[in-house]
């Protein structure tokens, strides 16, 4: 099939249609990503600093911060690109090289997963909680969902770049997401469609039944506690982390659980835009400005390099 595909190139549309204010889109998008790097890498600066933090909790937050940027860096530098450029194109590879990438949600997946048994373990067994979640075993949970992820993406990556593509070659998109690509090859994509759902169906729901299974025994749990303050401090990390999960899911149900028949551009526009700009520039925020832990982190950060700076 290789062989009959004729493009070398796609085109992507972008903001095309709105010519007019592609200097603003440009600004708000380069402040949107400008913060997400940065509040993500901060998260990830501080939990690496901070030996207060280096407990299973943070250190999946801080894989959670790392995957957030990879999301932002393979998309939002193209797109600012494209914003300030009349040409528009991205190569043959490069848009695989974004869809392998983006990919990664099946980390993401698994990552939340992880992070809801860490808290109904460190909530429904807490005189377990270093053993079940020890160093070693939290290493080989995070390996695994690195490597899944970049597993199942390469899989779905090959699957989709082998098809035949002989135009046309515009993607009415902000990037190479399955759909719209899909849409342009010169073969029949029926399977193909049916196995994306298919693995779609089992990466999303099988991690959300174990997170749902989880925040189920730690509810159990947190109604029968005595103590309003460890109550109140279970609660705050739980709200935090079920944000994060309602957000990814949410949108990502709605994204690829969908059938053919209902596909809009406009809704693909908004959920691309919300899952690949917005959600990586939340997740830091909601676990910071509800975690007491990580404000105190960093104002002891600020605090340390402030006291270096005035010394020397």
Same mark, same amino acid.
């Given at each position: 099939?290789?062989?009959?595909?004729t493009?070398?190139?796609?085109i %992507?549309?972008?903001?095309?249609?709105?010519?007019?204010? @592609?200097?603003?889109?440009?600004?708000?998008?380069?402040?949107?990503?400008?913060?997400?790097?940065?509040?993500?890498? !901060?998260?990830?600066?501080?939990?690496?600093?901070?030996?207060?933090l280096?407990?299973?909790?943070?250190?999946?937050?801080?894989?959670? !911060?790392?995957l957030?940027? @990879?999301?932002?860096?393979?998309?939002?530098?193209?797109?600012?690109?494209?914003? $300030? !450029?009349?040409d528009?194109?991205?190569?043959?590879?490069?848009?695989?090289?974004q869809?392998?990438?983006?990919?990664?949600?099946?980390?993401?997946?698994?990552?939340?997963?992880?992070?809801?048994?860490?808290?109904? *373990?460190?909530?429904?067994?807490?005189?377990?909680?270093?053993?079940?979640m020890?160093?070693? +075993?939290?290493?080989?949970?995070?390996?695994?969902?690195?490597?899944?992820?970049?597993?199942? !993406?390469? &899989?779905?990556?090959?699957?989709?770049?082998?098809?035949?593509?002989?135009?046309?070659?515009?993607?009415?998109?902000?990037?190479?997401?399955?759909?719209p690509?899909?849409k342009?090859?010169?073969?029949?994509?029926?399977?193909?469609?049916?196995?994306?759902?298919s693995?779609?169906?089992?990466?999303?729901?099988?991690?959300?039944?174990?997170?749902?299974?989880?925040?189920?025994?730690?509810?159990? *749990?947190?109604?029968?506690?005595?103590?309003?303050?460890?109550?109140?401090?279970?609660?705050?990390?739980?709200?935090?982390?079920? +944000?994060?999960?309602?957000?990814?899911? &949410? *949108?990502?149900?709605f994204?690829?659980?969908?059938?053919?028949?209902?596909?809009?551009?406009?809704?693909?526009?908004?959920?691309?835009l919300?899952?690949?700009?917005?959600?990586?520039?939340?997740?830091?925020?909601?676990?910071?400005?509800?975690?007491?832990?990580?404000?105190?982190?960093?104002?002891?950060? $600020?605090? %340390?390099?402030?006291?270096?700076?005035?010394?020397?």
């Amino acid at each position: 099939m290789m062989n009959q595909t004729t493009v070398t190139y796609f085109i %992507i549309l972008g903001f095309s249609a709105f010519t007019d204010v @592609c200097l603003p889109i440009f600004l708000f998008f380069l402040f949107v990503y400008l913060a997400t790097f940065i509040s993500n890498a !901060s998260v990830a600066y501080i939990v690496y600093s901070d030996p207060a933090l280096h407990s299973p909790m943070y250190f999946f937050l801080c894989n959670l !911060s790392i995957l957030e940027i @990879c999301y932002s860096s393979v998309t939002m530098p193209k797109n600012l690109i494209n914003l $300030l !450029s009349k040409d528009k194109r991205i190569s043959f590879n490069g848009c695989a090289v974004q869809m392998f990438f983006l990919g990664l949600g099946t980390t993401e997946c698994l990552l939340l997963a992880i992070m809801a048994f860490d808290r109904f *373990t460190a909530i429904c067994r807490p005189l377990y909680y270093s053993l079940i979640m020890s160093a070693q +075993i939290c290493c080989r949970l995070a390996v695994f969902s690195w490597f899944s992820g970049l597993l199942l !993406s390469m &899989g779905q990556t090959i699957l989709i770049f082998s098809l035949p593509y002989c135009g046309p070659n515009v993607i009415d998109h902000f990037f190479c997401d399955i759909p719209p690509v899909l849409k342009l090859a010169c073969s029949d994509t029926y399977l193909n469609e049916i196995s994306i759902f298919s693995v779609s169906v089992v990466i999303l729901l099988t991690p959300f039944l174990l997170i749902l299974g989880s925040y189920t025994q730690i509810l159990s *749990t947190l109604l029968k506690m005595t103590s309003v303050e460890n109550r109140s401090k279970a609660y705050s990390i739980c709200v935090s982390h079920l +944000i994060s999960v309602t957000l990814f899911y &949410g *949108t990502g149900c709605f994204m690829y659980l969908r059938p053919r028949s209902r596909y809009s551009s406009r809704i693909d526009h908004f959920l691309a835009l919300f899952y690949s700009v917005v959600t990586p520039l939340l997740n830091p925020l909601i676990y910071s400005l509800r975690n007491q832990e990580v404000k105190m982190s960093f104002l002891k950060i $600020l605090d %340390i390099k402030f006291f270096v700076k005035n010394k020397t």
